[in-house]
């Protein structure tokens, strides 16, 4: 098994859990969002790093700690409708502008 492995499953498992709808998508973990109305995702690729520059404290950080500090997404919006009345007042005020 790879170096980082199991950790790496923890990390991509706590993903999924918090970011509703994330999905993985090959050896990347994809989460969606609703950014200015428009539809995006996020790519989010693991790897295990060689060198340990935090000074060993990530040993010290549980996996459960550090992902509740990411706020759940809000739902993506919902697409509206206009009404049939609304749609006739629109069209009476363009009619008066021309």
């Known amino acids: 098994m790879a ?7 923890k990390v ?14 090959d050896k990347e ?3 969606p969002f609703v950014e200015n109305g428009e539809p995006i995702e996020i790519k989010v ?21 550090t ?4 706020p759940t997404p809000a739902a993506p919006a919902q697409k509206v409708e206009a009404t049939d ?3 006739q007042r629109l069209k009476e ?3 008066r502008m021309f």
């Open 3 to 9: 170096k980082g492995a199991i950790s790496k499953d």
């Open 12 to 25: 991509k498992e706590k993903i999924l859990e918090v970011f509703e709808g994330a999905f993985v998508n």
């Open 29 to 31: 973990i994809r989460i």
């Open 45 to 65: 690729a693991l790897t295990c790093a060689k060198e340990v520059v935090g000074a060993g404290t990530a040993a010290t950080t549980s996996v459960e700690a």
């Open 67 to 70: 992902a509740s500090a990411f």
């Open 85 to 87: 009345e609304e749609k």
């Open 93 to 95: 005020l363009v009619a």
